[in-house]
Nanobody
Framework: QVQLVESGGGLVQAGGSLRLSCVASGNIFVINNMAWYRQTPGKQRELVAR???????NYANSVKGRFTISMDNAKNTVYLQMNSLKSEDTAVYYCAADIYTNEDVRMYWGQGTQVTVSS
């Protein structure tokens, strides 16, 4: 089994910062890439940031310049540093990862962590 567990969400004032973490554990051979998504009620899931195993990163235009994704391969952990937070960043943030196990390759999801940005 593979599990992704997010942490670091919470309440923050506009202009503040949060750092999200996501730890993958279980029967992992290699993590191909990891990403952060977010979703608010009534809206489509949005890709926030993605990092590949080779270190290439992609960001949604709405967060570019404010958010930074990074990965610690040794710890199977991906981070999302969120600076200059805006109220529109309020959402449930989900960690996702393409993980190779000794059996197959799948995309795994965490349960999400709530980020609320107040004015």
């Amino acid at each position: 089994q593979v599990q992704l567990v997010e942490s670091g969400g919470g309440l923050v004032q506009a202009g503040g910062s949060l750092r999200l973490s996501c730890v993958a554990s279980g029967n992992i051979f290699v993590i191909n890439n990891m990403a952060w998504y977010r979703q608010t009620p009534g809206k489509q899931r949005e890709l926030v940031a993605r990092i590949t195993g080779r270190g290439d990163t992609n960001y949604a235009n709405s967060v570019k310049g404010r958010f930074t994704i990074s990965m610690d391969n040794a710890k199977n952990t991906v981070y999302l540093q969120m600076n200059s937070l805006k109220s529109e960043d309020t959402a449930v943030y989900y960690c996702a990862a393409d993980i190779y196990t000794n059996e197959d390759v799948r995309m795994y999801w965490g349960q999400g962590t709530q980020v609320t940005v107040s004015s």
